[in-house]
């Protein structure tokens, strides 16, 4: 495992300065790296001055921990303030060539045993490493939004990653106080495939008779939560939610998996610039109604993620985890599937089977499997 001391960000919007911030309160240095001077400063005074000025007027922190922290955090518009980083992780914008140039750019630029890190949400990391000399100190970091809140935090493992690089990488994550799981390089690595499959599920079944506050009723009654997944949504922003069910469905529907698609009304709604409108009128009560929307979107939770475990992409544990942690559900899908006992978990699965979402897992091809361990 290496020692970290001093961490560079690219990129010091939403979620690279959230991250910054979760790095300083660790006791590690910070530069980041924008575009050019005026978004440093810009940057600096949005998320560092009066985000850490709001937390001492909350009184969360008191002013000398914001001077310790804006002490640690600097910018800069040049890659050759990052040489002294042991430690980089890039959150620019999404976009595929911009982030291969940006690691091209860092590789020249970062001492040779200094670890490079993506914060990508949709591309896979070994072809954003492309062009890095030294594949074997190149990996994933990914968070979740809110970054200064959520605590989970995928390592993602491509397939040259070293494990001193996947150590080095599992120990800062500990010391940031997240919870870190262990993911391989696959398309949106482990949660946001569940994640980004539900919602897609469950937006499909809006129509005249499901509203808005309907789907919203089922999705908080078959997962126990307090925020359901159409709130969700809305907090993501839809046209996240557009851009990234449409990256899963080009890299996984019709594949090996398969996936379900990305229907027209998320679009549609999207496209309208507006959220949805979780108060669009009664939640409908008609039981059976209800009870078809609950069953797809659960068959499809234990398929995507049955799909996940067969193709190694993380552990049972992990997953478990990771979806607890990340998306706040009391109970992650193999819980969910053992409380709910095997044959009706079957019966789901063979559901999302059916409807053409996936191809059957290997694990319920023969029948009813035994229960989950976890
Ligand atoms: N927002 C989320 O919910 C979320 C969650 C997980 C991961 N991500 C990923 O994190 C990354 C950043 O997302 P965001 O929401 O913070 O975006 P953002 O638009 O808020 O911030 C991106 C920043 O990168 C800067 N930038 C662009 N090119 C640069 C370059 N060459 N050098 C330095 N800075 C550059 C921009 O000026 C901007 O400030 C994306 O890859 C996104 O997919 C986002």
């Not at 949106?188 to 919203?216: C, H, K, Q, R, W």
């Not at 995507?304 to 190694?312: G, Q, W």
């Amino acid at each position: 495992m290496k020692e970290i001391k001093t961490v560079g960000i690219v990129g010091f919007g939403v979620m690279g300065a959230a991250i910054g911030l979760n790095a300083a309160a660790a006791g590690y240095k910070v530069v980041f790296k924008e575009l050019n001077d005026e978004l440093v400063a810009t940057m600096y005074a949005k998320w560092v001055v009066k985000a850490l000025e709001k937390r001492v007027a909350k009184g969360k922190i008191i002013q000398a921990d914001m001077d310790g922290l804006t002490s640690m955090i600097e910018g800069t518009s040049s890659y050759d303030d990052l040489a002294a980083c042991d430690l980089v992780i890039e959150a620019a914008i999404e976009k595929m060539d911009l982030k291969i140039q940006i690691f091209e750019d860092l590789s020249a630029a970062c001492r040779p045993d200094a670890i490079l890190v993506s914060n990508t949400s949709t591309f896979l990391i070994e072809k954003l490493m492309e062009k890095v000399d030294i594949q074997e100190r190149t990996a994933g970091l990914h968070y979740f939004f809110p970054a200064n809140i959520n605590r989970l935090v995928e390592v993602i493992r491509q397939k040259n990653t070293s494990d001193t690089t996947y150590e080095t990488l599992m120990g800062f994550a500990a010391k940031c106080r997240k919870v870190a799981i262990t993911v391989k390089d696959f398309p949106g690595f482990a949660i946001n495939p569940v994640f980004i499959s539900s919602y897609m599920v469950l937006d499909s079944f809006l129509g005249d008779s499901l509203n808005v506050a309907t789907l919203e009723d089922i999705s908080q009654e078959a997962l126990n939560l307090k925020y359901g997944i159409m709130w969700v949504q809305n907090g993501s922003g839809l046209g996240t939610c557009y851009h990234a069910g449409a990256s899963m469905v080009d890299y996984l529907q019709g594949g090996e998996i398969g996936y379900p698609g990305v229907p027209e009304v998320l679009k549609t709604q999207f496209e309208s610039g507006k959220p949805w409108d979780l108060e669009d009128g009664e939640a409908l009560q008609n039981p059976a109604a209800r009870k078809a929307v609950k069953d797809s979107l659960l068959g499809n939770i234990f398929t995507i993620s049955t799909h996940l475990i067969e193709k190694d992409v993380v552990s049972v544990k992990d997953l478990e985890l990771g979806v607890c942690t990340s998306l706040a559900w009391p109970q992650g899908p193999f819980s969910l599937m053992n409380a709910l006992g095997m044959e009706e978990s079957a019966r789901l699965v063979s559901l999302a089977v059916e409807k053409g979402y996936y191809n059957m897992p290997q694990r319920f091809a023969g029948g009813v499997p035994e229960p989950w361990e976890i």
